[in-house]
């Protein structure tokens, strides 16, 4: 910073606020500290699996692998770095992938600029490449394909050469005009094979052309950002009463957040008494955005009661 007095025109500073990357909320990335985990802070990755069972572990990032199985977990990270997500390997592991798709409204005024993508990154022992590619949803906004049938345009790609010491790298994106309708971003790895592993951190992408430091949102921030696209009851969804058998009953669940379109709804049963086993239907007659409803009915007569967890996702 450049600090100019000048008796005619005062104090004047150069080089404060002069970039896009100069004030918060500047990193497109949701949960790149990997500190967010609704789902679970570690799980297999089954060989082969489609992109949407890949979100497993930490939120908005997908993980896949080709070969083998092999295990995302949430770690501790070191210093000021609270978490990172870490991959282990298996003996017949061929490839791995960590990649996260930023929607349209979150990504569309980068079109035509300068990006700038970074991240912490380690690996242990012997592969020392991991590569990035960006891509952009190639014809309808956030609409990126899977796994074995992508409908995503390449960007650009490139790599970084990795050692076993977590280190931030950087690169420059010059994204085209014609991404507007949502990016991807993924980092790959080859072989990682039994006792391997690999780390990832700190994943920030901005736009400009210098890699600034980290942005760091506060956690409730953060994870109102995650539920946008996936969220988990907090606690049992109950509903007791007398019941008759046969008789018609609907409840409510209500989102914490505006989801970006419309959720899937998930319900695990965890007790009940006059009411199935089974999951109750989910209202689908609307939109599912700020909650959903459920039918069910009683097989019993008398005192009823269901107790279910949901899960909403509305993932990319």
Do not use: H
């Amino acid at each position: 910073m450049t600090i100019t007095i000048s008796g005619t025109t005062g104090i004047s500073l150069a080089n404060q606020f002069d970039s896009a990357s100069s004030f918060g909320f500047k990193n497109r990335i949701i949960n790149g500290q990997m500190q967010i985990a609704q789902r679970a802070t570690s799980a297999t990755i089954t060989a082969g699996s489609t992109i949407a069972l890949g979100y497993s572990t930490v939120d908005r990032f997908y993980v896949y692998c080709t070969g083998a199985n092999v295990t995302a977990a949430q770690v501790a990270g070191a210093s000021a770095t609270k978490n990172r997500l870490q991959i282990t390997g298996a003996a017949s592991a061929t490839a791995v992938g960590i990649g996260q798709r930023i929607e349209q409204l979150n990504s569309y005024d980068l079109a035509g600029s300068t990006a700038t993508l970074s991240a912490d990154l380690a690996i242990s022992a012997t592969l020392t490449t991991v590569t990035w590619t960006a891509s952009y949803a190639t014809t309808t906004a956030d609409t990126f394909g899977t796994l074995a049938s992508p409908t995503v345009t390449q960007i650009a790609t490139g790599t970084f050469t990795v050692t076993s010491t977590v280190t931030n790298f950087s690169t420059n994106i010059s994204i085209p005009a014609a991404a507007t309708t949502g990016i991807q971003i993924v980092f790959t790895v080859g072989a990682l094979t039994a006792g391997l592993t690999w780390t990832v951190g700190n994943v920030q992408l901005e736009k400009g052309s210098t890699a600034t430091s980290f942005d760091y949102r506060p956690i409730g921030t953060e994870l109102q950002l995650c539920q946008r696209y996936y969220e988990a009851s907090s606690v049992y969804w109950i509903f007791s009463a007398n019941v008759t058998s046969g008789s018609g009953y609907y409840v409510m669940g209500v989102f914490k957040v505006t989801k970006r379109a419309g959720a899937t709804v998930t319900t695990v049963n965890v007790g009940n008494s006059n009411f199935p086993t089974t999951a109750p239907s989910i209202n689908s007659g609307g939109t599912l955005l700020d909650g959903f409803e459920a039918n069910l009915s009683a097989n019993g007569t008398g005192s009823g009661y269901f107790q279910y967890t949901w899960t909403a996702s509305a993932e990319l």
